[in-house]
């Protein structure tokens, strides 16, 4: 008997045995899945993290759920290393203490990290805005608990490029905190505090948000199939016809008003200066607006996008997202693109010497193994694609080994396999 039998027949028995000790409408679950002729795919974590500083001389590094559902982080300092308070730089994969196990989602700043275990978030970093959310500005060295809203739990948690960090809970309600530099980086929680050290409601989002990203120079929620943002606004990015005025509370965007699935603010360039751009997948189609000089809107210009009439840059077959302020990346149809101004028009990968491009549309990478490619995270110069096979592959910015790929230069030239994170 072939080992592959041998490795089915023990996960059919251990499917009836535990159809022998769950409730009917578990039964009902495991009972579809043995009438399922095709294998069940890997359940993979919502989100996976990385962050890359735009120079060598920041804290770079990166988290990831292991397929155990573990929490490890690696890199040059505490700040987004291990998370143990241990300053010396960790460049293997470390468990993070007391998070072996039941880890779900994730978000790594360029100065503080957060995670979810079992329900309960925990976040740790430098906090000197508040971002670590403990309720003061002190460091925090090692994973501390954020009280959720009473008889809630969070499951979804972002931060971002300035210091900033939004959690989603099961109720739908969303929350941030952190640096609240009025007019700029409005956390849009009605207060005028430039450090909010504690989880606070945002306004008019208490309910039916799904999805949040905190980029460098706003916050944008998806509620109801909708999107809203609020933030500086300095681009026109916030998609209000408002240019220049700040967003103190959530307002909708033209034209993403339904079907909205994820929604991604532009990071902080490789150059260091703030994206002012916003794209989102709205029923399998990818829609961006705002600044645009650095083609980081991939519609094949470098014009500038009103607000009223984000484009329509790829039309159907999007499942993941990432845009950074100087690119972007997407995971269509089982493959992954990107585009913008550090991007090779070969290989579709960031090329930090500048060398070639700009793409202005997006370009097929080229590097990437066979595989169903259903998610990618990136930010600034560096970009991670993980598929159903279980696959998980990194190019770009590698500063500090940060990328995990077994190379310690300064950027991945072509795609290299990450891991393996087991």
């Known amino acids: 008997m072939g080992v592959f039998r041998i490795q089915a027949l023990a996960g059919v028995f251990l499917l009836l045995v535990a159809a022998c ?24 974590p919502a989100h996976f993290g990385i962050r890359m500083a735009n120079d060598s001389s920041i804290q770079n590094g990166a988290c990831r759920i292991s397929r155990n559902s573990s929490l490890l982080c690696w890199g040059k300092s505490v700040i987004t290393g291990d998370g143990t ?10 468990v993070v203490p007391g998070f072996s196990s039941g880890v779900t989602d994730l978000s790594v700043g360029p100065s503080h990290a957060c995670a979810i275990r079992n329900g309960d978030l925990f976040c740790w970093g430098e906090n000197s805005t508040g971002e670590a959310g403990v309720g003061n500005l002190l460091p925090v060295t090692t994973p501390a608990p954020i009280a959720p809203p009473s008889g809630q739990v969070y499951t979804r948690v972002r931060t971002g490029a300035r210091s900033q960090t939004c959690a989603i809970t099961d109720a739908g309600g969303l929350y941030c905190w952190g640096n609240n ?13 430039a450090a909010v050290s504690a989880p606070t409601a945002v306004t008019d989002m208490g309910s039916d948000v799904t999805d949040v990203n905190v980029g460098a120079g706003a916050i944008c929620a998806v509620k109801s199939g909708a999107v809203y943002c609020w933030g500086s606004n300095v681009l026109g990015e916030l998609g209000t016809d408002t240019l220049g005025l700040p967003a103190a509370t959530p307002m909708p965007v033209a034209g993403l008003d339904a079907g909205v699935t994820q929604v991604s603010a532009g990071d ?15 029923s399998g189609a990818l829609h961006c607006l705002g600044e645009n000089d650095s083609y980081q809107l991939g519609d094949g210009t470098d014009q500038f996008v009103p607000s009223a009439s984000p484009h329509p840059v790829l039309t159907s077959g999007v499942t993941s997202l990432a845009l950074s302020g100087a690119g972007g990346c997407v995971a269509q149809s089982g493959q992954v693109s990107c585009w913008g101004k550090y991007v090779d028009s070969a290989t579709g990968v960031v090329n930090l010497t500048g060398a070639v491009g700009p793409v202005a549309t997006p370009a097929p990478l080229v590097g990437l193994p066979t595989g169903n490619w259903l998610s990618v ?7 991670c694609a993980r598929s159903e096979e279980k696959q998980e592959y990194c190019w770009g910015l590698n500063f500090d080994s940060a990328l995990f790929t077994g190379s310690g230069t300064g950027h991945a030239p072509e795609p290299v396999e990450a891991g393996p994170f087991d």
């Open 85 to 94: 308070g241990n300053t010396v730089p960790s460049f293997a994969p470390v």
């Open 181 to 193: 530099d009025i007019g700029a980086l409005n956390l849009g929680v009605g207060s005028v505090a």
């Open 377 to 383: 995270v990136g930010n600034g110069g560096a970009f």
């Open 21 to 44: 000790t769950t409730s009917v409408e578990e039964r009902v679950v495991i009972l579809t899945v043995l009438a399922t002729p095709t294998p069940t795919p890997f359940p993979l």
């Open 268 to 282: 902080r360039s490789i150059s260091g200066i703030g994206g002012g751009s916003i794209c989102a997948i709205k």
